[in-house]
């Protein structure tokens, strides 16, 4: 079965850039599509971006100029850089796979990660 | 983008009970690209249902989803213990992919 963790700095000052990492093991990354996903504390969710193993990408508009999304097929591992946070990033970030043959309905998530955004 | 609106808000029920959840869209889906998860205390969203209503793997059957155009219903036929969570609504028909406000289920 498949698993997927969230690495990377749990504390990002204002202004700079978020920057995590999702691995993923038990299964490879080829031929899904790849989501992360946030969730403010005690709030609901939102889609940041997905991106398919061979490097199509798709952002949501809202957060579109200041987010990037990779994958490292090599590594079995996508990430997600956002910059220009602010407290408003602050949230816990998941990856998300897609079923296979979807974009868009998740059937595997890592445990996320609590990204606080603060001087 | 498609907002999601879920009723209600907040749904008081007891364990035996039958919970039905409401999503309604702001436009109207020609394809059910619609999925249901649930996500309990300091867990990540488990799928319950896509399509509308097809469940997921593993999924038990009191859980059920229908719906078309721009309402769907998830529905718990005997609430157990373990479904008071939090159940949110999602879209995949159209970009950006979003999720409905959430409802949350509570032991009354």
């Known amino acids: 079965q498949v698993q997927l963790q969230e690495s990377g700095p749990g504390l990002v000052k204002p202004s700079e850039t978020l920057s995590l990492s999702c691995s993923v093991s038990?299964?490879?990354?080829?031929?899904?599509?790849w989501s992360w996903i946030r969730q403010p504390p005690g709030k609901g969710l939102e889609w940041i971006a997905y991106?398919?193993?061979?490097?199509?990408?798709n952002y949501n508009p809202s957060l579109k100029s200041r987010v990037t999304i990779s994958v490292d097929t090599s590594k079995n591992q996508f990430s997600l850089k956002l910059n220009s946070v602010t407290a408003a990033d602050t949230a816990i970030y998941y990856c998300a796979r897609a079923l296979w043959g979807s974009w868009g309905v998740f059937d595997s998530w890592g445990q996320g990660m609590l990204v606080t955004v603060s001087s | 983008e498609i907002v999601l609106t879920q009723s209600p808000g907040t749904l008081s029920l007891s364990p035996g009970e039958r919970a039905t959840l409401s999503c309604r869209a702001s436009?109207?889906?020609?394809?059910?690209?619609l999925a249901w998860y649930q996500q309990r205390p300091g867990q990540a969203p488990r799928l319950l249902i896509f399509?509308?209503?097809s469940r997921a793997t593993g999924i038990p059957d009191r859980f059920s989803g229908s719906g078309s155009g721009t309402d769907f219903t998830l529905t718990i036929s005997g609430l157990e213990p373990e479904d008071f969570a939090v159940y949110y609504c999602q879209q995949y028909g159209r970009s950006p992919l979003t999720f409905g406000g959430g409802t949350q289920v509570e032991i009354k």
């Open positions: 038990g299964g490879s990354i080829s031929k899904y599509y």
């Open positions: 399509g509308a209503s």
């Open positions: 436009q109207t889906m020609t394809s059910p690209y």
């Open positions: 991106i398919y193993y061979s490097g199509t990408t």
